[in-house]
């Protein structure tokens, strides 16, 4: 049975994203409409402004009033057509993407994605040097402080790791994402260095903003791949505008793998989703989308065969790093874990394509760009997807 949560379309109401290069045209026009501006954040690489919006003019108190988004963006975008022939400046909401980016719908989608408690796997057969001077960064949940991973990730936006809590405590079973992501990449190259940020809360919650603020960082890190198993999809179809700009910006200087989502086997419309859905920022152009498959080889029935998933590699059953002590499930059953975990989901077959992409790079000869394609080419741990157009309305 699939658990579909609400897709969230809400987003401050006080909030405007627009291009910082073009902020004060907006500025005026805001100021035209009686609307108070304050400045409330920049990311310059990406050339984004956030601002917060309030009225200029007082009401009856006993007649609430709230600054309303959606009908300031509309009036913003007719006055900017009309009067500069139909063009009109980036302006987008800094949407709510909670249960979104992160877990859902890569590790919430259905009711049997619950990691499982697993032994320890064999990991004997990876070349210790595979992903020598190679960086991976690695966007997600916080990082838990496993012992298999120590010395092979860094945190340069600070401490973005986790102990467990009192052993008689349990943490929520989203908080191991991340640790699940990690030990899977580190299992195919073992010498990588990760680089953890985190965005995502217990929950697997970030808005837009917050998530594009640590892209950004991922610009100085000198990464090579970046490992994006996050996702979102809006009833409207569209990609979060910010989102956009932070791929279009990044994807000149590193490789961005991203989940495919798991909502491949949705049956028709499911609080306005369909299995033929778009998955951002996978579906856009220059993201190498991963797609999962089973330990046969063939598709999971929830990994979307779409056109825009670049390839396919393990994400169905597989062993990795996971927390350790008490978990509290989604169905709410609390389940002792002891270091490790059976999980499935397109992340983990983006951790599957990440990882063979670290373990084909050499620094200086073979860049990640064509360690992908050799990747794909060999066929043996990352498969391109082959998809009909029957499929699509089947």
């Known amino acids: 049975m699939y658990y579909l949560p609400d ?8 909030e405007l994203i627009v291009d910082l290069r073009e902020r004060p045209l907006v500025e005026a026009a805001l100021v035209d409409l009686g609307v108070i501006v304050t400045r409330d954040g920049e990311i310059p690489p990406f050339d984004l402004a956030k601002l917060k919006l309030t009225y200029g003019f007082s009401m009856a108190p006993d007649l609430p009033f ?31 993407l909670s249960n979104q980016f992160g877990a859902y719908p890569q590790t919430q989608s259905q009711g049997d994605f619950d990691p499982v408690r697993a032994a320890r796997p064999d990991t004997t ?23 298999d991973l120590d010395g092979h990730y860094e945190t340069p936006a600070g401490d973005s ?21 990690a030990g899977m990449i580190l299992a195919q190259a073992p010498a990588a260095t990760l680089v953890v940020r985190d965005v995502l ?14 892209l950004a960082g991922f610009l100085d890190d000198g990464v090579d791949v970046l490992n994006l198993a996050i996702g ?22 590193l490789t961005i793998v991203a989940a495919a989502g798991n909502h491949g086997g949705i049956p028709g419309i499911r609080n306005g989703l369909t299995r033929t859905s778009p998955t951002w ?12 498959t089973k330990a046969d080889g063939t598709l999971a029935p929830y990994s979307p065969d779409l056109p825009w998933v670049t390839c396919t590699a393990l994400g169905d059953e597989v ?40 373990a084909r790079i050499r620094p200086g000869e073979v860049t990640a760009a064509g360690a992908f394609h050799s990747a794909l080419a060999a066929g043996d741990v990352v498969k391109g997807l082959d998809w009909t157009d029957e499929a699509l309305f089947s």
Request: proline content about 7%.
């Open 7 to 14: 897709v969230p379309e809400d987003a401050p109401p006080d």
């Open 66 to 96: 709230v600054m309303e988004i959606d009908a300031v963006l509309s009036e913003l975008r007719r006055r900017f057509a009309a009067r500069c022939g139909g063009w009109v400046p980036l302006l987008g909401k800094n949407r709510t």
């Open 125 to 147: 057969g990876a070349d210790p040097a595979a992903g020598r001077g190679v960086r991976i960064g690695l966007l997600d949940t916080k990082l838990y402080r496993h012992p």
């Open 161 to 181: 790791t986790f102990d467990l809590p009192d052993p008689g405590t349990a943490t929520p079973w989203e908080n191991g994402h991340a640790t699940f992501v």
């Open 201 to 214: 809360d217990a929950n697997g919650r970030a808005s837009a903003w917050d998530t594009v603020v640590e």
């Open 232 to 253: 979102t999809r809006a009833q409207d179809g569209d990609c979060p505008l910010i989102v956009r700009r932070a791929v279009e910006r990044l994807s000149p200087h």
């Open 281 to 292: 920022p996978a579906a856009l152009t220059g993201v190498i989308a991963a797609g999962a």
């Open 319 to 358: 062993v990795s790093t996971y927390l350790s002590g008490k978990v509290t499930l989604r169905s709410g059953d609390v389940q002792d874990f002891e270091g490790y975990a059976t999980w499935r989901g397109t992340s983990f077959a983006t951790a599957t394509v990440s990882g063979a992409i670290a």
